[in-house]
T-cell receptor, first 111, second 114 residues
Framework: DSGVTQTPKHLITATGQRVTLRCSPR?????VYWYQQSLDQGLQFLIQ???????AKGNILERFSAQQFPDLHSELNLSSLELGDSALYFC??????????FGPGTRLTVL | KNQVEQSPQSLIILEGKNCTLQ??????????LRWYKQDTGRGPVSLTI?????NTKSNGRYTATLDADTKQSSLHITASQLSDSASYIC?????????????FGTGTRLKVLA
C-alpha cells in the first residue's frame, strides 16, 4: 500500500459525459501528479500540482483539467469524453523532488 | 527531442534465470533516472533511483546501472521469480527553470515461466 488513495476504482460512462477522478496523496506529500495509461501503452504524464499550484504540464488535453485543494487532495476532471479516453488514470504523490508513490488507479471505460 | 527508449519490448525467461533490461535516453538536462515495476492493472512501484553521479544502485535482486556518458541504463534481475512477471518502466526526469519534466519509456514486459 503506497498510501495514495484514488476513487473510484472503476468508472463506466458514455461518450460526451463528464467525470471527476479523485486522489488523496500520502500524508505530508505536497506534490500530486496525474498520469494516463491506455491499454498496452506506456504511462503518459498529464499534469503536476505542488501545494495547490500547477507545477508542470504534460500531454493533457484541453478537455481535461485538474486542481489541488487546500487539504492537498486533487481532482482530475475529464469532459466531453470520447472512446479513446478509456484508460487507467493514476495519481502519484511525492515530497518535493523525491520519489513518486503511485495510487492503485481509476479504470475509466467510455462506451 | 527528449525520449526514453526501452528494450526489449517483451521478454520471456525461465524461473531462476537472470535477465537484463535496457534503457536509452536523450533527455537533457538530466536530473535522475528511475526504474519502476508495474504489475498488470496496478500502479508502478519504484525499484531504484539514480542521479548523475551514481553508477550502480541495488534493491534486493534488482541492480540498476547508469552510464551518464552514453546515456544508457540497465536493470539486471538476478535469480528471477514468478513474481517478477511485470512491466518494467524507465523514467528520466529533467529539471529546467525550476520545473521538472518526467519522460517515461514504454516499458519492457517480462514474463517468468516455471
Amino acid at each position: 500500500d503506497s498510501g495514495v488513495t484514488q476513487t473510484p476504482k472503476h468508472l463506466i460512462t458514455a461518450t460526451g459525459q463528464r467525470v471527476t477522478l479523485r486522489c488523496s496523496p500520502r500524508s505530508g506529500d505536497l506534490s500530486v501528479y496525474w498520469y494516463q495509461q491506455s491499454l498496452d501503452q506506456g504511462l503518459q504524464f498529464l499534469i503536476q500540482y505542488y501545494n495547490g499550484e500547477e507545477r508542470a504540464k504534460g500531454n493533457i488535453l484541453e478537455r481535461f483539467s485538474a486542481q489541488q485543494f487546500p487539504d492537498l487532495h486533487s481532482e482530475l476532471n475529464l469532459s466531453s469524453l470520447e472512446l479513446g479516453d478509456s484508460a487507467l488514470y493514476f495519481c502519484a504523490s511525492s515530497a518535493l523532488r523525491q520519489e513518486q508513490f503511485f495510487g492503485p488507479g481509476t479504470r475509466l471505460t467510455v462506451l | 527531442k527528449n525520449q526514453v527508449e526501452q528494450s526489449p519490448q517483451s521478454l520471456i525467461i525461465l524461473e531462476g534465470k537472470n535477465c537484463t533490461l535496457q534503457c536509452n535516453y536523450t533527455v537533457s538536462p538530466f536530473s535522475n533516472l528511475r526504474w519502476y515495476k508495474q504489475d498488470t492493472g496496478r500502479g508502478p512501484v519504484s525499484l531504484t533511483i539514480m542521479t548523475f553521479s551514481e553508477n550502480t544502485k541495488s534493491n534486493g535482486r534488482y541492480t540498476a546501472t547508469l552510464d551518464a556518458d552514453t546515456k544508457q541504463s540497465s536493470l539486471h534481475i538476478t535469480a528471477s521469480q514468478l513474481s517478477d512477471s511485470a512491466s518494467y518502466i524507465c523514467v528520466v526526469s529533467s529539471l529546467t527553470s525550476g520545473t521538472y519534466k518526467y519522460i517515461f519509456g514504454t516499458g519492457t514486459r517480462l514474463k517468468v515461466l516455471a
